[in-house]
């Protein structure tokens, strides 16, 4: 039985699509075999940030309207074995996303795959509500700023009020906290909410915390996900996040700035 | 600590700002999301009525319905009058 996973936070720009790869990636070199959906419709990114984006013949809703089938469409990752992505549209049709399709698509891949990573669009509308429907995991990234913690929030209610097992009254959605943007110098100075903050008021249980990282950046400039940049510490952060996805107890890292030389300790900076 | 977070330590702490203010508003929306759809509306006529007596603001009234066993639901109203106007 295919995993169902959608990564999602209500507020947009906080790291959704780079989690999406990097789980998704993370996922297939753990030998899982895993397809990464973009739900982000008219705002197709995920290719760029999977590298993919010149590879791109036909897309999600070609699949749904019964233009393309799935082994046209899907983009089988060059880099990692075991890896598909389904690309979003680019149409401005908000609607051309239906359940009806969606839960067609999804239960075709579902044959195939051990995983599916849905990467949701921001905000809560059908956009983000199709990609959480279906979901038996939640990943909700989250930065630790108010806006986005309070964004987390509402969509940890959706997760449990309007999603296909609450609906249908089965085991609700199981849900991951995953932190993005971790700035550990700035909580150490009281200028910003700190993981256990963020934990005590989402109350949902933690799965990763990903700091604030040139990385990322470099990763995306370059179309690979930062998780096969393994000498970085958003790298090591997100493969610690898979091994905990996969039931391993991992120690969390980067949670505490690195010490600093003597010099430093007695004048700050 | 070092010196200089020694003297930046007698600035406010914005964190935890942000928390506090995150748990009250986080706590007022859960509330909100579980209550039935009239609520918002309700607490706004309520808020009328009491302000053709006494001037209270928006956030000194808060009203909830919670659920006490199978039959009995419970509507409480909190109100926070202003020191001079009791
Ligand atoms: N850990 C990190 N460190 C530094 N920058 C990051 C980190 N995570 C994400 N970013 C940056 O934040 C920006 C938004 O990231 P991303 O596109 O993944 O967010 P998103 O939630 O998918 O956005 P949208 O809501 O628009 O879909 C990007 O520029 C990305 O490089
Ligand atoms: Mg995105």
Do not use: W
């Not at chain 1, 393309?68 to 880099?79: F, G, S, Y």
């Not at chain 1, 049709?93 to 239960?107: C, F, I, M, Y």
Request: net charge negative; hydrophobic share 40%; glycine share 8%.
């Amino acid at each position: 039985m295919a995993k169902i996973i959608v990564v999602t936070s209500g507020k947009g720009g906080v790291g959704k699509t780079t989690s999406s790869a990097a789980i998704g990636t993370g996922l297939a070199l753990a030998g899982h075999k895993t397809v990464i959906v973009d739900f982000d419709i008219g705002l197709r990114n995920l290719d760029l940030i999977m590298g993919c984006e010149r590879r791109v013949v036909y897309d999600f809703v070609n699949v749904i309207n019964g233009e393309a089938n799935l082994k046209q469409t899907l983009i089988k990752d060059k880099r990692t074995d075991n890896l598909f992505i389904l690309p979003a549209s680019q149409t401005r049709d908000k609607d051309a996303l239906t359940r009806e399709g969606v839960e067609k698509v999804l239960n075709e891949l579902a044959k195939d795959f051990d995983f599916i990573i849905c990467d949701s669009p921001a905000g809560i509308e059908s956009g983000a509500m199709m990609a959480l429907y279906f979901a038996d995991e939640a990943v909700v990234v989250t930065n630790p700023e108010v806006s986005s913690v309070r964004d987390s929030d509402r969509i940890i209610g959706m997760l449990s009020s309007k999603s296909r097992r609450a609906e249908q009254g089965l085991e609700g959605i199981k849900e991951h906290l995953l932190l993005t943007r971790y700035n550990p110098e700035r909580v150490e100075k009281g200028e910003m909410l700190s993981v256990e903050d963020v934990k005590e008021i989402l109350a949902i249980e933690l799965i990763g915390v990903i700091p604030e990282s040139q990385a990322v950046l470099n990763a995306s400039n370059s179309g690979q996900p930062v998780i096969l940049d393994t000498e970085s510490d958003a790298g090591q952060a997100y493969l610690d996040t898979i091994k905990r996805l996969l039931g391993e107890q991992v120690p969390f890292r980067f949670l505490t700035v690195e010490k600093k030389s003597f010099i430093k300790r007695i004048f700050g900076g | 600590m070092s010196l200089l977070d020694y003297f930046r330590s007698t600035k406010k702490n914005t964190a935890s700002t942000a928390k506090e203010r995150l748990q009250i508003i986080v706590a007022h929306e859960r509330k909100r999301r579980n209550g039935p759809d009239y609520l918002p509306q309700l607490e706004r006529d309520i808020l009328e009525v009491i302000r053709k007596y006494v001037d209270i603001p928006a956030d000194q009234i808060a009203v909830s319905l919670e659920q006490r066993g199978d039959q009995i639901s419970v509507l409480e109203l909190n109100v926070t009058f202003p020191d001079d106007k009791r």
